[in-house]
């Protein structure tokens, strides 16, 4: 079954997210599942409370029985607000006439819940941020990275605002990834309509240039209005001023090429693209199943 499993939580980007998944339903005739996480830590606390010291084992017993009260009203309150936000999300949906919605509480870890339901999917949509992040000083949802980084389907990173988009652009290289992306648009349905441009941003080699030629070729057979571009210059700085300007609508790129080893020491373009380009990002790794 061809499932779209948005991922809301108490963000701006919820909305959004409700948005995306709701143009991607009425492009494809998906079905959508809405999925809120409950990764609910006993008091709010990262490691245990240590009770011992001075006090009595009468004031211990005392001490862990109100808490354990305070844990389970805590994790009911969390239950309870999650409904509340996946039920507003699933009438959000059908006030847009849509009705194959599902919703999904789970409590734990969202990875595990992701993968869990990720069998039927064909994409996966998350908010750029996180109800918890620094909008200040732009910094991704906690969650972003280590979901698309696990998941085995292509997955659409939104960004805070719906704007139905009329042209993607590629982020175009000779990777797999990119390979992958290629065909998806080939051969689905979502990007039906919309102008499709390849943009590399590097050295032009001829082996670069036949792979675009080769690419956008294949788009035009099936059916699209495909074109390619090469620029001389810094990938960050072009894709982003080109996002923030409104000449790239939608960006299509690779995700996470290096491990996270190697992202810490050198840096990781595709967190860098997705925090300063102010539009949806879809984002395919090779070993995905477009």
Known sequence: MD????????????????DHAAWVSEKTSFGIDLLHVIDHRPGGRSGPVNLSGNLTLGARSELLEKLTKHDEEGARL?????????EAAKTHLEGKGLTDIQTKLRNGDLLQAVQDVE?????????????????????????????????HRPVLVTSRAFKEPRRATI?????????KAVDHIAMGKLFAGMEIRLLHVGEATAGLMAAMEAATGKLRK???????ET????????????SASGEIEFLVMGAYGHSRLRNLIIGSTTTQMIRSC?????????????
């Not at 099936?222 to 390619?228: L, P, V």
């Open 3 to 18: 499932r779209i499993i948005t991922l809301i939580d108490g963000s701006a980007y919820s909305g959004s997210a409700c």
């Open 278 to 290: 102010p539009v949806p990002v879809l984002l395919f790794r090779p070993d995905m199943n477009a």
């Open 119 to 151: 069998e039927k999917a064909r994409v996966i949509i998350i908010g750029k941020r996180g109800e918890h992040a620094d909008f200040a000083k732009l910094h991704l949802g906690s969650n972003l990275e280590r979901v698309v980084r696990s998941a």
């Open 222 to 228: 099936a059916g699209y209005d495909a074109a390619f």
């Open 171 to 179: 982020a175009f290289d000779t990777g797999s990834s990119v390979a």
């Open 78 to 86: 969390a239950r309870e607000r999650g409904r509340v936000i996946i």
């Open 231 to 242: 620029l001389a210059g810094e990938p960050d700085a072009i894709f982003t001023e080109k």
